[in-house]
């Protein structure tokens, strides 16, 4: 298991680590998208029949990653190396929690 | 030497007419021991006593309480995070679903291509919702 946060061409691995490292503004940022896909879901529970809308979660969610990653480089390494560590333990990392937001802020 | 050479007296007749060598009180006797009970009947009532521990007992529930709504909220920002995540993972579990689910159907219709009147694929429940493939193994490249 690769700690890192980046694969070899510089984009984030959505991993356990990266994900919940990044959860609060996904879920800020790519509202919309998931609630659609999860509206499907419930609609439809075939994979068949939200692969599109899936598609959208996918392509915003790793798109918030490489943003996130390239504003705060640093910040963000720290804390998803903190959550690897600590096996996505929020009340762990609350210091590399607050310098990542204070870079990236919420909104 | 012997005890009889250390503690003689003179003009001694025998061993048991030596002078004694003995451990004993001092003269006049020990001081009086007290052993009588002494409980004084002062300090607090029963009433005071009762407030106190019910307040100690009420402040510690009060605590409790507090320290529960910490850990509700911390359990509440966990549970938040995985709903946030839950569909980027969903989506791509499903990617990777309907790509192994086509090479599966492909793979059934090649067995089945000369049983006669064998729809390919699918031939699963009549209820007409979709229902995840029941073979026992969730995923048999992980397990």
Same mark, same amino acid.
């Given at each position: 298991m690769s700690s890192a946060a980046v694969d070899a061409t510089g984009n984030p691995i959505p991993t356990s680590a990266v994900l919940t490292a990044s959860a609060k503004h996904i879920g800020l940022r790519c509202m919309p998208e998931n609630v659609a896909f999860l509206k499907c879901k419930k609609n439809d529970p075939n994979p068949e029949k939200?692969?599109?809308?899936?598609?959208d979660v996918t392509r915003c969610v790793l798109g918030l990653l490489k943003?996130?990653?390239q504003k705060c480089q640093k910040e963000m390494d720290d804390y998803v190396g903190c959550m690897y560590y600590y096996t996505n333990e929020f009340d762990l990392c609350r210091k590399e929690q607050e310098a990542f937001e204070k870079v990236c802020p919420l909104k | 030497m012997t005890e009889a050479m250390i503690r003689k007296k003179a003009g001694m007749a025998s061993?048991?007419?030596?002078?004694l060598l003995q451990d004993g009180p001092p003269p006049g006797?020990?001081?009086p021991v007290r052993y009588a009970r002494r409980i004084s009947n002062?300090?607090?009532s029963a009433m005071a006593i009762f407030l106190t521990v019910s307040g100690a007992f009420a402040w510690?529930? *009060?605590?409790?309480?507090q320290g529960n709504k910490i850990r509700r909220a911390l359990k509440e920002?966990? *549970?938040a995070a995985r709903r946030a995540i839950l569909p980027i993972l969903q989506a791509e579990e499903d990617e990777r679903f309907v790509s192994e689910w086509k090479k599966y159907l492909d793979y059934e219709a090649d067995v089945m291509k000369d049983v006669p009147g064998w729809k390919v694929g699918e031939n699963v429940y009549n209820s007409g919702r979709w229902m995840p493939p029941a073979t026992g193994e969730l995923r048999p490249d992980v397990w």
């Open positions: 939200c692969l599109d809308k899936g598609r943003d996130l990653h | 061993v048991k007419d030596m002078p006797g020990f001081a002062t300090g607090p510690g529930m *009060y605590q409790v309480g920002e966990k *549970y």
